[in-house]
């Protein structure tokens, strides 16, 4: 079993800058690849970021150069810092870890507007 939570959303104004972080729990942490999925209303969820055990990252085109995942495996905690933001950044977050099976958080919202 693992448990995800996140933290860190609000609401901020165009081309301001958010970390969100996830908390997970569980002594495997550290061999689980790791991501950040969205879902804006209406919207399917997508894939943000991804991390692997070993560090390698992917993300999606809309966020290349303005969000950065990382990892502590000493901490369980997988952030996500999140620059320049822009309205179409606006939906609610979640943390998702590949074990055995796939574990979401709980999600946090965050809207960027003016």
């Known amino acids: 079993q693992v448990q995800l939570v996140e933290s860190g959303g609000g609401l901020v104004q165009p081309g301001e800058s958010l970390r969100l972080s996830c908390a997970a729990s569980?002594?495997?942490?550290?061999?689980?690849?790791m991501g950040w999925y969205r879902q804006a209303p209406g919207k399917q969820r997508e894939l943000v970021a991804t991390i692997t055990s070993g560090g390698s990252t992917n993300y999606a085109d809309s966020v290349k150069g303005r969000f950065t995942i990382s990892r502590d495996n000493a901490k369980n905690t997988v952030d996500l810092q999140m620059n320049s933001l822009k309205p179409e950044d606006t939906a609610v977050y979640y943390c998702r870890a590949d074990a055995l099976i796939v574990y979401w958080g709980q999600g946090t919202q965050v809207t960027v507007s003016s």
């Open positions: 569980g002594r495997m942490f550290r061999i689980y690849p």
